[in-house]
């Protein structure tokens, strides 16, 4: 066990860390703010359309072979998970940047390497979970936006914090589209150089967090957050994973799904992007809110992580267990 959270401590979410003690030390303002924003909006464009092109055809086509658990999937991440958001930033006392918070990260799509990953590893149904994973990011680019002006409208139009549709179909949709129509002639280059996309992904996602951050220091940020709010953080968003993964496991048995598919209900169901996550934000927001908003999507990622690796573990575990057992 011990093992696996160590291997479920992503470097990268320490560069996260680093990346927010930085913007606290030296957070940018002035113009240098507004030249990292539009550098981290380029970046945000950029990450759209590679994501498009990397999406196969042959996925969203071999999906509807296996329509039930990939509606199950999306019903989990889309329906319960804000449900759950709802009911978990309506707690008495819940900074209202914290709420925002936590309802935001119920709304977002499911991750899609690490869902894989531990499909996998848990000895799952690796090619269902590629499609369900794909699907949900695919039908997160609308679905998150309009979940987001539906539950987060009324508080965010007031301080004016939800960026036109305009906006989202400019940044968000339309590169996605453009790079998935160009997949033909572009999807080839994108394949053999897998580590573009990722350095443009992860890259991205550092650029807004420290624009993001750095604004809301100049804000204020940290003088109205407190360890007891970080304490809180920690606390709302282990329940609501705690909660996802007993649901997705009850729901798997209750529509009688083979242990390989509910293996796939659990780690697609319970997990949300923090890859797609901080770039919505990034576009939904306006700078000084990303930083408060993401925080607890940068939190609940690595309990994610941990939680999922001991899963996936004692999956593996338990059918090599099985596999000596003698006929």
């Known amino acids: 066990m011990g093992k696996a959270i160590h291997a479920a401590v992503d470097p990268y979410v320490l560069l996260l860390l680093g990346t927010v003690v930085i913007a606290s030390l030296l957070p940018c303002g002035g113009t240098t703010a507004v030249a990292f924003h539009m550098l981290a909006t380029a970046a945000i464009t950029l990450l759209f359309f590679l994501h498009g092109a990397k999406l196969a055809r042959s996925a969203i086509v071999a999906g509807f ?73 695919l039908a997160g680019i609308v679905v998150t936006p309009i979940l987001v002006a539906t539950l987060m409208g009324a508080a965010a139009r007031s301080s004016g914090a939800f960026a036109s549709a305009e906006g989202i179909a400019l940044q968000l949709l339309l590169p996605f589209v453009l790079g998935h129509l160009l997949r033909p002639l572009i999807g080839g280059f994108v394949s053999r150089h897998k580590t573009l996309v990722t350095t443009v992904d992860r890259g991205s996602i550092l650029l807004v967090v ?41 729901v798997g048995a209750l529509f009688g799904f083979a242990l390989e598919d509910r293996i796939v209900l659990r780690f697609c169901g319970s997990k949300k992007s923090l890859a797609s996550g901080v770039p919505m934000a990034g576009v939904l927001f306006p700078a000084a809110l990303v930083g408060p908003i993401i925080l607890p999507l940068m939190i609940f990622h690595q309990i994610q992580l941990i939680v999922c690796a001991i899963l996936a573990r004692r999956y593996a575990d338990r059918s090599a267990a099985v596999a000596c057992l003698p006929e």
Request: net charge neutral; hydrophobic share 60%.
């Open 210 to 250: 420290y624009t993001a951050f750095s604004a809301a220091v100049v804000e204020g940020f940290w003088r109205s957050t407190s360890i007891a709010d970080l304490l809180v953080i920690i606390a709302l968003c282990s329940a609501i994973l705690a909660i996802v993964l007993v649901a997705t496991d009850l």
């Open 65 to 137: 072979l296996h329509w039930r658990l990939h509606a199950v999937v999306l019903a989990v991440t889309f329906v319960l998970f804000p449900l759950l958001g709802l009911a978990f930033s309506r707690v008495p006392g819940l900074a209202p940047p914290v709420a925002a918070g936590l309802l935001f990260l119920t709304l977002l799509p499911s991750t899609v390497q690490s869902s894989i990953a531990f499909t996998s590893i848990a000895g799952g149904n690796v090619s269902a979970a590629v499609c369900s994973a794909s699907f949900s990011n």
